[in-house]
């Protein structure tokens, strides 16, 4: 099965927003281009030379990117979907949810379910819907 990581399209913050996931989900930025870094400067939209054009960071074996929109886009923010971590074990899904939520909406607090030793949903500070998962159990 291919690699599935998700991209997400932030609103000119996504440096901000990255540096705020590779600390809470203690991964490493391998990547922070800007428009302007990129091979294809001459093509970006005027005024979007500060904008990220690719964010990778890595964290676990997963992958994490994200962009910025372009200045003139009809931002309208993130919806339709939620960011899944998975854990081995529940403090460091615990961890992980309490790191997320540091600014952002506890949307259903940490506890156990029927899946998982741990779950817990949030949106972080910057619009992300995030559910965290530690010590899944076979259903």
Request: charge should be negative; include cysteine; charged fraction near 15%.
């Amino acid at each position: 099965m291919p690699e599935i990581s998700p991209i997400l399209t932030f609103h000119g913050n996504c440096v901000e927003a990255m540096h705020f996931y590779e600390s809470a989900l203690h991964g490493k930025l391998e990547v922070m281009m800007t428009n302007a870094q990129s091979p294809v400067a001459s093509q970006a939209p005027p005024g979007s030379a500060d904008r990220i054009m690719h964010a990778r960071l890595v964290c676990d074996g997963g992958t994490l990117m994200a962009m910025d929109d372009q200045p003139n886009a009809d931002y309208k923010g993130m919806n339709g979907f939620s960011v899944s971590l998975v854990y081995g074990n529940a403090a460091e899904a615990k961890r992980a949810f309490e790191a997320l939520a540091k600014g952002g909406k506890v949307t259903m607090p940490m506890d156990k379910t029927f899946w998982a030793e741990a779950f817990g949903m949030l949106t972080d500070r910057f619009g992300t819907p995030w559910m965290v998962n530690g010590a899944m159990t076979p259903i």
